[in-house]
């Protein structure tokens, strides 16, 4: 029997050889098909080939009666409904490496332009001025390059920059001593790497915690002199912050390929002559275009002829009656991987789940993934997914294990998440109350009861009369409605943790004032 996979925006033919080449494949290219169109037809096809032209709705998929794969030549999925992807069983694939040389080199391209003026003495010789000593500029061997993200791309520029004989200090949340080590790096936090660096390199997802992450407070830390470069997202840096940073002479110059508000053919900073950009060309070349769609045809293909997809975005199905069982788990267990990321600093190297009662019976694989994308996704944003979660975290140097106990432990069913870093092990479980949902019962050694979710606040302290009663008076003054607490002990007059449910979110001087209460040692503001 032959596949037949619909190309519906443009595509380079080497890009689709592979599925030319596949035998029972047909392949028809029609790239200019409105909505009503393609919904029309799309129930003829096994496959979907698009970039980022067609927009793959609800509607379309509803009407895609034989569709199995919907292949996305390029990173974002932004263009695919992949809810609906998945409740139609319809798996979606994407081209994460595909640009990656690509995105790599146009950074260390920018970088050096920016080191020596490439693009403004170019534009003065093009204006007839033959000007040497306006665009003196500055070398790169023996400097400091910052690189804040080291995924794919980062460890890729990192690489580059060391060729240039540079000294490269990175962070990434889940860079470890050890793959510093085997990258030559050194390693640190965000504020080591803008101490330190006299170029700074930003490689991370646009997420809540990486918005602005080079702001007004970020670049006061910086050397005087220093040098911006942002090939991977706008946002990321603070476009305010960075007007006032180079009119002030802090910030000798910026390259930019990515804005906040795209395209951004007028914004102030262009008027800069410090600044340097491009209109988001990071994986515009060639290779890379032909490269994202060979690695998705391929994907199509494998897929099509054998069931295994490489870089699925999307949960595969699972049989019907497992799914029914473990269902009602995946809320809870996202949830305990996102409280651990924020009780747990220091990079993650072991992640151990375990499953007891009636869970213990049951394939829980997709439960563990789902923890991990909770785990993950705090900080490599909302391209982790119940299926390449446990890849990212093997990418990562992340080590899984997962257990079962037929040992009930109080509870039908329980799921335990524990994390390990160099120095602390954190742990907390979880289990469903009939009628009730998802309820978190231990924290570390403490037993609780609590829900988990919304804008929470766990604070350890010490066990004395009066330490619950100062939190609720100050948050009372602030006008902080308090929705639940719940409170754990060791023993009377020992530590003790106290977990609230607020109505909002804390700010940073609601933070500052609680930890001025002599009891608390220590203060977690989360938001799952």
């Known amino acids: 029997m032959a596949f037949k996979v619909l190309i519906s925006d443009p595509l380079s033919e080497d890009g689709i050889q592979p599925l030319r080449e596949a035998g029972n494949v047909e392949v028809d290219v029609n790239t200019s098909l409105s909505p009503d169109e393609l919904a029309e037809i799309i129930g003829e096809y096994d496959a ?44 979606v694939v994407n081209a994460p490496d595909g640009n990656t040389n690509s995105a790599a080199e146009h950074t260390v391209a920018m970088l050096m332009s920016l080191a020596r003026k490439i693009p403004q003495a170019y534009l003065a010789l093009k204006n007839g001025k033959w000007d040497r000593k306006t665009h003196v500029g500055v070398e790169l061997k023996g400097k400091t390059l910052g690189v804040i993200g080291m995924g794919r791309i980062g460890a890729e520029v990192a690489a580059r920059a060391k060729g240039q004989r540079m000294n490269v200090i990175a962070y990434d949340p889940f860079l470890t001593k050890e793959r510093a080590d085997k990258l030559g790096v050194d390693f640190g936090s965000v504020e080591d790497v803008v101490v330190a660096a006299d170029f700074i390199t930003v490689h991370t997802p646009l997420i809540k915690e990486t918005t602005h992450l080079l702001n007004k407070d970020a670049f006061s830390k910086m050397k005087e002199g220093v040098r911006i470069i942002n090939c991977a997202r706008g946002g990321i840096i603070d476009e305010e912050a960075l007007y006032d940073a180079i009119q002030s002479g802090k910030v000798a110059g910026a390259a930019l390929d990515v804005f906040e508000e795209e395209p951004a053919t007028d914004h102030r900073l262009l008027e800069l002559p410090e600044v340097i950009a491009t209109p988001h060309l990071g994986a515009s070349t060639v290779e890379a275009q032909e490269n994202v769609a060979i690695d998705v045809s391929h994907d199509v293909v494998r897929y099509l002829t054998e069931g295994v997809a490489k870089n699925p975005v999307n949960l595969p199905s699972v049989p019907k009656e497992v799914l029914n069982k473990i269902e009602p788990y995946f809320h809870l267990s996202e949830k305990l991987g996102s409280f651990l990321t924020y009780l747990t600093s220091g990079v993650i190297e072991e992640i151990n789940i375990s499953y007891s009662g009636e869970l213990n019976e049951l394939d829980v694989a997709p439960l563990t ?25 093997e990418k990562r140097g992340i080590q899984v294990k997962e257990s079962k106990s037929s040992t009930p432990k109080g509870f039908t069913n329980l799921l335990k998440v524990e994390v390990k870093t160099k120095n602390v092990t954190r742990s907390v479980a979880g289990t469903l109350l009939n009628g009730l949902g998802p309820r978190l019962v231990q924290v570390d050694a403490y037993s609780v009861d609590a829900v ?27 006008e902080i409605n308090i929705g639940a607490m719940q409170v754990g002990r060791s023993g009377v007059g020992g530590e003790a943790i106290m977990i609230l449910s607020v109505d909002k979110n804390l700010e940073d001087a609601d933070i500052e004032a609680l930890q001025q209460i002599e009891e608390i040692e220590k203060l977690t503001a989360m938001e799952l």
């Open 48 to 91: 979907l080939l698009v970039r980022s032209q067609t927009k793959v709705t609800r509607d379309i998929i509803s009407q895609a009666t034989n569709l199995k794969i919907i292949g996305r030549a390029g990173v974002g999925v932004d263009n695919i409904d992949l809810s609906a992807a998945t409740e139609y069983g319809v798996i």
């Open 452 to 478: 988990p979710e919304g804008n929470l606040v766990v604070i350890k302290h010490n066990d004395r009369p009066g330490a619950i009663g100062k939190v609720g008076t100050l948050l009372a003054q602030r």
């Open 369 to 393: 993934r789902n923890t991990i994308k909770g785990l993950l996704k705090r900080h490599l944003g909302d391209h982790v997914n119940d299926v390449n979660a446990s890849y990212l975290a």
